[in-house]
């Protein structure tokens, strides 16, 4: 058979051994399709165990089993101690090929196109937690590269909660839940939690994110992805400049509501899974475009921050993002455990052209990965994993250990060797060897941090200066939602502290929801992230004073930089309120055209099976609204038809479908009679929602009318304005009470 290019490969191509197809082998023409225990002994009867007479006990002898049993009790691994639950998909990665200059890596060269695995991940919950925990998401990428795996293992948000590798299991058992109830599940906990950060200011800058809709992403497909730290690519000629890595999602970037995210656990745990999943298989391909931002290394000191802490990012404005290549998923996994379960990314996985910076963070992160994927893969043979198996060959004197895969023959395992004619031999660079980053190294051995990475609010101002209103009350309510959990008053108090650090209006607006005032400054209240002999005021932060005012780039609106050019409705999941007696002819028109725009549709009615339309046409219902709810959709449609209408005025669910989608700030549309169920679903407390921003209605039941504006409106994603109308209403009463 003809060996198709490397580059042109994809991971199945070259790891194809372990891989069994149970349906084909079925269709073989006979040995396959027997059970077969692990030995290959065909099986007669799985359905019996072997005992001692009919009605006597089970026999010791019984290998069978034993054999399936002992299987059985060895299922499971352990979880991933952090980014438990994950989702993985197949795809590629295609150079631009402008990199050249910058990298001499071989997938960032023109023409080359790599077949890559992506894993998105939770942070905080476990493997069976639900997907809309607000969290952090992990942004893995293996890259089986022709040079060997290169592991990208970011997050979906720029910064961290720590400068020093060596905090990370405080924080972590901080984050999790509380170890004597293990409560509470896939969520921050609350009172550890917030003890620990509201102590450690350098956390306040990805709080602030994390309480953003950044923490709620609409689906894994629409978050953007972060290196985190600052990293260096390396070219031909030597030539080394610091990078931040970006992923840019071509789906746009879009959250949920708090609320909505809430009742989405409840009703479908796997959301962004499915999502996913269902967008891979139906075509629908996820894109990311990839992009560093460059700074050469002269340039490192000039920001009035440090490059090197991972507490801060580079201003776009200050550094534009430059794109190398492109992302696409486009294979769901054959089997969940062999693949999304046991990949393993490792930051020391790295390839000739790319290479690491002295980030305090980074370089303790480059020990971690490798111990722990020996813990939990079980041992130093977890790359012969075919989903971890290179695509470049592997000659090393690596021998042994458990579930060793490769035989490797012969009597030499060592080098030199002349025995062997020194094979295998180092490669010179001009050969593709990796050589470390030359730099100079000459200070004294010291555990201190630099003076440099003591400002610990300025960037967090700069977030909450560039977020849009509605995105301040969302970081305000989430503030106030998760400190209304914490128990312990004196730790809210000295968050709403930290807080009032970062700006007075942030921190005043929490302390009200919290029915407290901002306590008064306490130095020593702000800092316990101090060695024991230091001196406090060495580590306390001077005032917060963003380099950069307001970025653009940080706010997820409609208008920001991330959506402004990606205005399809392409995978959109649009529910259509419909049941007998509704107007079907009008709903297939419609139907019609959402598809084509590249939506998806779902008939959600009052019973499951055939839908009788007012003109006898039929159509079949997807849901009901027992079985599914407003929060699984972007935007709900309400057809009309005099019969089907009246209907669902009555029925409290169908009502409350329309009316929770109306305070998620979905788009609304309806044709003739379906206004009806819009003025059905109006809160006595609210704007009507006929007439309301991002609400369309066409009396005249003209489809062809509506649906430009319908899709347009589905286009914006979602209209916070109700939000933020609501609450300066209620600001509005609360102003004449007091005064
Ligand atoms: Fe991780 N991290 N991490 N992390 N991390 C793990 O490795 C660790 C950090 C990230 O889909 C673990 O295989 C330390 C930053 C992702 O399999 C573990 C520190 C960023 C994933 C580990 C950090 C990440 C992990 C747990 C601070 C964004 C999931 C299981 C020094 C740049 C990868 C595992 C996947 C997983 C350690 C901080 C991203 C224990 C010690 C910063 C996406 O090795």
Redo the contacts with the bound molecule.
């Keep these: 058979m003809e060996q198709k290019p490397l580059a042109k490969q994809t991971h199945e191509d070259v790891v194809s051994n372990p891989k069994t197809d149970e349906l084909a082998q079925n269709r073989e023409d006979g040995y396959g399709q027997f059970l077969t225990t692990n030995q290959g002994l065909r099986v007669n009867d799985d359905q019996n165990s072997l005992k001692d007479g009919d009605r006597g006990p089970t026999l010791l002898e019984d290998f069978l089993l034993r054999e399936k049993i002992t299987h059985f009790d060895h299922e499971r691994i352990p979880e991933?101690?952090?980014?438990a639950r994950?989702v993985g998909a197949h795809g590629y990665f295609e150079a631009y090929g402008n990199a050249t200059d910058l990298t001499r890596a071989a997938f960032l060269q023109p023409g080359a196109v790599t077949p890559i695995f992506a894993?998105f991940?939770t942070v905080a919950g476990s493997r069976g937690s639900s997907d809309m925990a607000r969290d952090v998401r992990?942004?893995?990428v293996k890259f089986y590269t022709e040079e060997g795996i290169y592991d990208f293992?970011?997050?979906d948000i720029p910064v961290?909660f720590?400068q020093d590798?060596i905090k990370?299991p405080d924080l972590i058992h901080a984050v999790k839940p509380e170890p004597h109830n293990e409560i509470p599940q896939a969520a921050s906990a609350h009172d550890t939690f917030y003890d620990f950060i509201s102590i450690t200011p350098e956390s306040m800058h990805m709080l602030l994110w994390v309480m953003s809709d950044r923490g709620l992403p609409r689906s894994l497909r629409m978050m953007e992805g972060?290196?985190?730290?600052t990293y260096r690519l390396i070219n031909a000629e030597g030539k080394s400049r610091f990078v931040k890595f970006h992923w840019k999602p071509k789906q746009g970037v879009h959250s949920v509501a708090w609320e909505e995210a809430q009742q989405i656990s409840g009703n479908d745990p796997d959301f962004h899974r499915r999502d996913l999943w269902s967008c891979i298989e139906s075509g629908a391909y996820p894109e990311w475009e990839l992009g560093v931002q460059v700074i050469e290394e002269e340039d490192e000191m000039k920001f009035g921050f440090d490059i090197l802490d991972?507490t801060k990012l580079i201003p776009e404005e200050l550094v534009p993002v430059q794109m190398l290549g492109k992302m696409v998923l486009n294979r769901n996994v054959d089997n969940y455990f062999a693949e999304t379960e046991q990949?393993?990314?490792c930051l020391s996985h790295v390839v000739p052209g790319i290479n690491f910076s002295n980030d305090p963070?980074l370089q303790?992160?480059l020990f971690?990965?490798l111990?722990?994927?020996l813990k939990?893969l079980g041992g130093p043979n977890f790359h012969e994993i075919p989903i971890n198996r290179s695509l470049a060959p592997i000659h090393n004197g690596q021998r042994d250990g458990h579930m060793r895969q490769t035989i490797n023959k012969g009597n030499v395992a060592y080098g030199p060797n002349l025995l062997n004619d020194n094979f295998p031999k180092q490669a010179k660079q001009s050969e593709g060897g990796f050589v470390s980053n030359h730099t100079r190294v000459d200070a004294a051995k010291i555990r201190r941090r630099s003076k440099s990475f003591i400002d610990f609010y300025s960037q967090a101002k700069l977030f909450w200066n560039s977020q849009t209103e509605i995105e301040k009350l969302h970081i305000v309510k989430a503030l106030r939602f998760e400190l209304g959990h914490v128990q312990t008053l004196d730790v809210r108090m000295r968050t709403v502290l930290q807080l009032a650090q970062v700006d007075h209006d942030l921190a005043h607006r929490v302390a009200e929801g919290l029915g407290m005032s901002i306590p008064a400054v306490n130095g020593t209240q702000l800092n316990l992230n101090v060695p024991a002999d230091a001196n406090p005021a060495d580590y306390q932060s001077g005032p917060a004073k963003p380099t950069v005012e307001n970025s653009a780039a940080l706010s997820i609106s409609a208008d920001s930089p991330a959506n402004a050019d990606k205005k399809d409705i392409k995978t959109r999941q649009i529910a259509i309120l419909a049941t007998d007696g509704a107007d079907v002819a009008a709903i297939s028109e419609l139907m019609k055209t959402l598809m084509e725009a590249g939506a998806q549709t779902a008939i959600v009615a009052t019973h499951l099976g055939t839908i009788k339309g007012k003109d006898g046409q039929e159509i079949m219902a997807n849901w009901t609204f027992q079985s599914t709810s407003s929060v699984l959709f972007d935007a709900v449609y309400v057809a009309g038809g005099v019969h089907s209408v009246q209907m669902l005025v009555q029925d409290t669910d169908a009502v409350r479908f329309v009316q929770d989608a109306f305070k998620h700030c979905k788009p609304i549309a309806a044709s003739a009679e379906g206004a009806d169920l819009l003025k059905a679903a109006t809160h006595p407390s609210a704007t009507d929602i006929v007439g309301a921003e991002g609400v369309v209605v066409d009396t005249g039941n003209m489809v062809n009318k509506l649906a430009p504006q319908f899709i347009q409106a589905i286009a914006h994603h979602r209209f916070w304005g109700r939000e933020l109308k609501a609450a300066q209403k209620m600001e509005a009463i609360l102003a004449e009470a007091v005064n």
Excluded: K
């Design positions: 991933r101690v952090i980014h994950g894993r991940s992990g942004f893995a293992v970011g997050n961290f720590i590798a990370f972060f290196g985190v730290h991972a990949v393993a990314f963070l303790g992160r971690s990965y111990d722990t994927q939990r």
